[in-house]
């Protein structure tokens, strides 16, 4: 246990090191000694306890006898001791003339982990975990928070940072109640803030992550809760990176759908020209028959007539082609491939300028 009744005083271990971890040697001795006469109390039951105060554990205040009760009974790693300990300090840094208690009582009977009221009717807890803790205790929690306007500090252990841009639904809570999460690393005496943010690029769903790392004991608590560092200035850069990848997102998609409309197009504009082809081939094969078939009749009648001659749209002056292809900055040889592609009906494979060529010299 962190804290004892001592002469009608709430003590507690936190104070018996600095900031270094370093024990007041004077303050370690007088609390020994009053735990020799019998005058330190358990806060729960009123048994005597004694004060442990090693070079290598956290120091701790522990009943002489086993017997039941509810305080000291548990079993703590050191890691949450010492955890307690770094925050209670930085709770004292940042509010040099307020009290902060350790294990507080509150009035529906839960504890935080640390409690802190300041002037001006400022009210902080600390609450300090290694595990998630129950979506019931947390909504009771933050509930009684809410209703006494208390500031809540959530604090986790570094261990339940994954490193991950998608966070778990407990630090979701957490993130929601605090508007990021804080992770602390006890061995390194470090605090990590990590903020996750999720969006969408169309159906997809993506996840970005902020997170920065700061030394202990150069952080200070404001006084509605928040950290008091650059963090924040960091997460305006990642909401501007989103911005930009959605803004991005949305001219890409512009441009897929400027080029379907294109290509719609070239399409329909291809088909046309393809009917447009057809029908003169047509044309010109009527006309082919009608010609041939009014020869042949003023034959039969025994009126010579000169044969109709009938320009072949196919077979044009060679020399007079090529010119006329090769002043538009065409190859000639690809122009006639593309010319026979035309006669068979595949218009809708050739290039536009060879159609274009091809057309132009049929009108």
Same mark, same amino acid.
């Given at each position: 246990?962190?804290?004892? &009744?001592?002469?009608?005083?709430?003590?507690?271990?936190?104070?018996?090191?600095?900031?270094?971890?370093?024990?007041?040697?004077?303050?370690?001795?007088?609390?020994?000694?009053?735990?020799?006469?019998? %005058?330190?109390?358990?806060?729960?039951?009123?048994? !005597?306890?004694?004060?442990?105060?090693?070079?290598?554990?956290?120091?701790?205040?522990?009943?002489?006898?086993?017997?039941?009760?509810?305080?000291?009974? $548990?079993?703590?790693?050191?890691?949450?001791?010492?955890?307690?300990?770094?925050?209670?300090?930085? %709770?004292?840094?940042?509010?040099?003339?307020?009290?902060?208690?350790?294990?507080?009582?509150?009035?529906?009977?839960?504890?935080?982990?640390?409690?802190?009221?300041?002037? $001006? $009717?400022? +009210?902080?807890? &600390?609450?300090?975990?290694?595990?998630?803790?129950?979506?019931?205790?947390?909504?009771?929690?933050?509930?009684?928070?809410?209703?006494?306007?208390?500031?809540?500090?959530?604090?986790?252990?570094?261990?339940? @940072? =994954?490193?991950?841009?998608?966070?778990?639904?407990?630090?979701?809570?957490?993130?929601?109640?605090?508007?990021?999460?804080?992770? %602390?690393? &006890?061995? /390194?005496?470090?605090?990590?803030? +990590? =903020?996750?943010? $999720?969006?969408?690029?169309?159906?997809?769903?993506?996840? /970005?992550?902020?997170?920065?790392?700061?030394?202990?004991?150069?952080?200070?608590?404001?006084?509605?809760?928040?950290?008091?560092?650059?963090?924040?200035?960091?997460?305006?850069?990642?909401?501007?990176?989103?911005?930009?990848? /959605?803004?991005?997102?949305?001219?890409? /998609?512009?441009?897929?759908?400027?080029?379907?409309?294109? +290509?719609?197009?070239?399409?329909?504009?291809?088909?046309?020209?393809?009917?447009?082809?057809?029908?003169?081939? %047509?044309?010109?094969?009527?006309?082919?028959?009608?010609?041939?078939?009014?020869?042949?009749?003023?034959?039969? !009648?025994?009126?010579?007539?000169? @044969?109709?001659?009938?320009?072949?749209?196919?077979?044009?002056?060679? =020399?007079?082609?090529?010119?006329?292809?090769?002043?538009?900055?065409? !190859?000639?040889?690809?122009?006639?491939?593309?010319?026979?592609?035309?006669?068979?009906?595949?218009?809708?494979?050739?290039?536009? =300028?060879?159609?274009?060529?091809?057309? !132009?010299?049929?009108?």
């Amino acid at each position: 246990m962190e804290n004892c &009744v001592y002469q009608g005083d709430v003590i507690c271990t936190f104070d018996l090191k600095d900031e270094n971890g370093i024990y007041y040697e004077d303050m370690v001795l007088d609390w020994k000694q009053a735990a020799s006469n019998r %005058l330190l109390t358990c806060m729960e039951c009123g048994a !005597n306890v004694y004060l442990a105060a090693g070079p290598i554990k956290e120091p701790y205040f522990s009943h002489y006898d086993v017997m039941e009760c509810n305080y000291g009974s $548990g079993h703590e790693t050191e890691e949450h001791k010492k955890g307690k300990r770094l925050l209670y300090h930085m %709770l004292k840094r940042s509010f040099p003339d307020a009290q902060v208690w350790a294990r507080f009582r509150m009035d529906n009977g839960m504890y935080s982990t640390l409690y802190c009221e300041a002037s $001006g $009717g400022i +009210k902080l807890a &600390v609450d300090y975990r290694l595990q998630n803790n129950s979506l019931d205790k947390f909504q009771m929690r933050e509930s009684f928070y809410q209703s006494k306007q208390i500031v809540p500090i959530y604090v986790l252990g570094i261990r339940m @940072e =994954k490193d991950i841009a998608q966070i778990d639904w407990y630090q979701h809570l957490l993130q929601s109640a605090m508007g990021y999460l804080v992770f %602390l690393d &006890v061995e /390194k005496e470090q605090l990590t803030l +990590k =903020k996750s943010f $999720g969006y969408r690029l169309g159906n997809e769903r993506k996840f /970005k992550y902020c997170e920065k790392t700061y030394p202990l004991r150069e952080l200070t608590v404001s006084k509605d809760g928040q950290m008091v560092c650059d963090f924040s200035e960091e997460c305006m850069k990642v909401e501007a990176w989103i911005r930009n990848e /959605k803004q991005q997102y949305t001219q890409r /998609k512009e441009r897929l759908r400027l080029l379907q409309e294109e +290509k719609q197009r070239l399409e329909a504009a291809e088909q046309q020209r393809l009917e447009e082809y057809r029908r003169r081939r %047509l044309e010109e094969e009527n006309q082919d028959k009608y010609s041939t078939k009014d020869g042949r009749n003023d034959d039969q !009648n025994g009126v010579r007539i000169e @044969e109709s001659y009938v320009v072949q749209a196919f077979k044009p002056d060679n =020399k007079e082609e090529r010119d006329y292809i090769e002043s538009l900055g065409l !190859n000639y040889s690809i122009y006639q491939k593309c010319k026979q592609m035309i006669k068979e009906g595949n218009a809708h494979l050739v290039a536009k =300028k060879y159609y274009d060529a091809f057309y !132009n010299r049929m009108i």
